[in-house]
C-alpha cells in the first residue's frame, strides 16, 4: 500500500485573474488524474488569494473541487503558508503515522503556472519510492518570448537530465519533512530557495524531475523584482549568446 494518503496543492495568487483559470484547468485535469490511478488518496487544492484587487477570487471560486482562501499576508511565502497550513489541519486524518506524519505530500505550484496531467501521479511515484522533496523543471510560455528567448532556453535544457533547480511553480514536499524544517517563511521572493535550502541541511532525500514538468508564464516583469521573470528578461540571451567582435 501506498505511504501517502493524502495530498494537497497550493497556489499562491495576487491579482493573477488572467492567467489563474489556466492554472486550475490544469490542477484540475491532474486531480482527474490523480482520482482514476489511486482513488483511495485524498486531495486539497487550495488558491490562497493574496491582497487581490481583481477578479482572482471569483475565478478561482468557479472551479469545483478548490478551495479558496483570501488573505491579506503581503508576500509569497506568507501565502504559501498559510495555504499549507490550512491543507495540513484538514489532512490531519489521512497523515500516516500519526497527525504529522509521513503520509501527506504538498505539491507547489504558481497562479501563472499550467501543470501537466501527470503531475500529482508522478509525485506520488516519487514520494512512494522514498523521496522527501521533488524538485520539478518548469518551461516558459513560448508565446511570451523572443526567438532568441526560445532559442536560448532549448541550447540550456536537455532533456531526461532535470537541472535540479529551485522552482516554487514545481515544487513537491513530504509535510513531515516540510514541518521538521520550518515550513515557507514570509519572504517576498526566494522562499522556495530557504525552504529547500533548510530542507537539505535537514538531510532529506531528493530527487530533480522533469517528467511532470510545469508551464509557467513568461512574462517579463514578475510580481517581485529576483523572481523567473527577472531571469528570462535580463539572464537568459545574455547567458546564451557568444560576444560578436
Not at 481583481?54 to 499576508?73: N, P, Q, R
Request: one cysteine or more; aromatic letters at 4%; hydrophobic letters at 45%.
Amino acid at each position: 500500500m501506498s505511504s501517502i494518503t493524502a495530498l494537497c496543492a497550493v497556489v499562491p495568487a495576487h491579482n493573477e485573474e488572467g492567467l489563474i483559470g489556466a492554472c486550475l484547468e490544469g490542477l484540475s485535469a491532474a486531480a482527474s488524474a490523480l482520482h482514476a490511478a489511486r482513488p483511495d488518496v485524498a486531495l486539497r487544492i487550495v488558491v490562497v488569494a493574496d491582497s487581490c484587487s481583481d477578479d482572482t477570487v471569483a475565478i478561482a471560486s468557479s472551479f469545483s473541487g478548490v478551495e479558496v482562501l483570501t488573505s491579506m499576508g503581503g508576500t509569497v511565502g506568507a501565502a504559501r503558508a498559510e495555504g499549507i497550513d490550512h491543507s495540513l489541519a484538514a489532512l490531519r486524518g489521512h497523515a500516516e503515522g500519526g497527525p504529522l506524519g509521513r503520509g501527506v505530500w504538498i505539491g507547489n505550484t504558481d497562479a501563472d503556472s499550467v501543470v501537466p496531467p501527470n503531475w500529482f501521479v508522478e509525485q506520488l511515484r516519487l514520494a512512494d519510492s522514498g523521496i522527501d522533496v521533488m524538485l520539478g523543471t518548469v518551461t516558459p510560455d513560448f508565446a511570451d518570448l523572443t526567438e532568441a528567448q526560445i532559442a536560448a532556453w532549448k541550447a540550456k535544457r536537455v532533456p531526461g537530465k532535470p537541472n535540479g533547480h529551485v522552482h516554487g511553480a514545481n515544487l513537491g514536499v513530504r509535510a513531515s519533512a516540510y514541518l521538521e524544517a520550518g515550513g515557507f517563511l514570509h519572504h517576498d521572493e526566494h522562499e522556495d530557495n530557504d525552504l529547500v535550502t533548510r530542507l537539505r541541511a535537514q538531510g532529506v532525500t531528493l530527487a530533480a524531475s522533469d517528467d511532470c514538468d510545469v508551464m509557467t508564464s513568461g512574462r517579463q516583469v514578475g510580481r517581485t523584482p529576483g523572481g523567473y521573470a527577472r531571469y528570462l528578461a535580463e539572464n537568459l540571451v545574455p547567458a546564451c549568446v557568444a560576444p560578436s567582435f
